[in-house]
């Protein structure tokens, strides 16, 4: 990689060790290379990952560990050979920041599932091309190859645009690969989170039916008033349940505590589709949820380049824009214990360019 600026140093907020408090912590970015875009972050989304990776809960985390990887920014520099970016153009970048770029999936713009795992280079503690340690984006800037860069039109507001590199993408993906985006059909969501307020969203702007399934009947007057609903159900209700039979075209869940899944597989129309984007310990279900009545079960996890870029756009297009609480650095560690509580409607936004000094 040919180097076309001198390196500098960059302020971000680490976690030092697994207890995952968070501190200012300075370092330095790897130099714009020609291919490269140097961004100066304005905003960074709070995901439940900043938390699993920052206290170590998959075992692998490498400290100091800088999180955030729902990045939006301004062009700073551009490399010799970058063609898709200028300086002053607003950006985002995503979970990843490389991959192998030769197989089948990154080929099809589906880098998300590089069929070369290793070379899957996460936006933080994923090692880099040049061996180092990928830092994320609570910090002042960062640098990544164009590719991995996506460009956030210039009337869409910074801050509303940061969840939808993760949050957005994770549901946008499966609703596009199974068609839910057919007018008329019905689409339940299992958990109204980051992700599942997401996709009521995204349903309404492709004229679904949409049914919010909760087991907190305190998410009833904002999932029907506020994000427009259709229906709320409370799952652990079996009446509720039981009047809902066979109604559903598709349901995404975006639960990742454990639950069962034959009540929600019992929702499904004939050839119905469930699409899990959460991340529970275990999926376990009866064999005749599947088989009568032709069900699917898949799996998902963030996008491509392609769809998070046309996903981008749509909202642009359409005013789909995230419920957000934007909240300065200093609040990080707060944000990320609210977040465990699932105190928040429904993401946090870290307003990094004014506050982080």
């Given at each position: 990689m040919s180097s076309e600026g001198m390196k500098e140093d960059c302020l971000g907020w680490a976690a030092r060790d697994p207890s995952g408090l968070l501190s200012p912590y300075k370092f330095s970015r790897r130099?714009?290379?020609?291919?490269?875009?140097?961004?100066?972050?304005?905003?960074?989304?709070?995901c439940y990952a900043d938390v699993a990776w920052t206290r170590n809960q998959h075992g692998h985390s490498k400290y100091p560990l800088v999180p955030g990887h729902e990045i939006v920014g301004i062009v700073k520099q551009v490399g010799s050979s970058v063609q898709r970016f200028k300086v002053g153009d607003h950006v985002g970048v995503g979970t990843y920041v490389n991959s192998c770029r030769e197989c089948e999936n990154c080929n099809d713009r589906l880098e998300s599932q590089c069929e070369k795992v290793v070379l899957i280079v996460l936006t933080f503690d994923g090692i880099d091309a040049d061996g180092t340690v990928t830092k994320g984006g609570y910090s002042s800037h960062i640098v990544v190859d164009e590719r991995y860069c996506f460009r956030i039109p210039e009337n869409y507001p910074m801050a509303s645009a940061a969840p939808l590199l993760c949050a957005g993408i994770t549901v946008y993906t499966p609703m596009m690969r199974h068609k839910m985006n057919q007018p008329g059909k019905s689409l339940g969501i299992i958990g109204l989170g980051g992700l599942g307020h997401m996709a009521?969203?995204?349903?309404?702007?492709?004229?679904?039916?949409?049914?919010?399934?909760?087991?907190?009947?305190?998410?009833?007057?904002?999932?029907?008033?506020?994000?427009?609903?259709?229906?709320?159900v409370i799952s652990s209700d079996q009446e509720q349940m039981k009047a809902m039979a066979k109604s559903l075209d598709f349901i995404i869940d975006t639960a990742s505590g454990d639950h069962p899944f034959d009540p929600y597989m019992s929702l499904l129309k004939t050839g119905g589709i469930l699409a899990l984007v959460g991340f529970p310990s275990e999926v376990k279900f009866s064999p005749a949820s599947l088989n009568i009545g032709m069900k699917t079960v898949s799996g998902s996890a963030t996008g491509g380049t392609k769809d998070i870029q046309e996903m981008i756009d749509l909202c642009a297009a359409q005013n789909i824009y995230p419920e957000i609480e934007v909240v300065p650095i200093d609040y990080a560690n707060e944000a990320?214990?609210?977040?465990?509580?699932?105190d928040i409607k429904y993401r946090f936004v870290i307003d990094i360019e004014n506050s982080l000094k």
């Open positions: 130099t714009v290379g020609s291919d490269d875009v140097s961004i100066r972050i304005t905003h960074c989304g709070v009521v969203k995204f349903g309404k702007a492709f004229g679904l039916k949409v049914t919010v399934l909760s087991t907190s009947i305190s998410k009833k007057e904002e999932s029907l008033s506020l994000l427009g609903a259709d229906h709320f990320l214990e609210r977040l465990i509580k699932r």
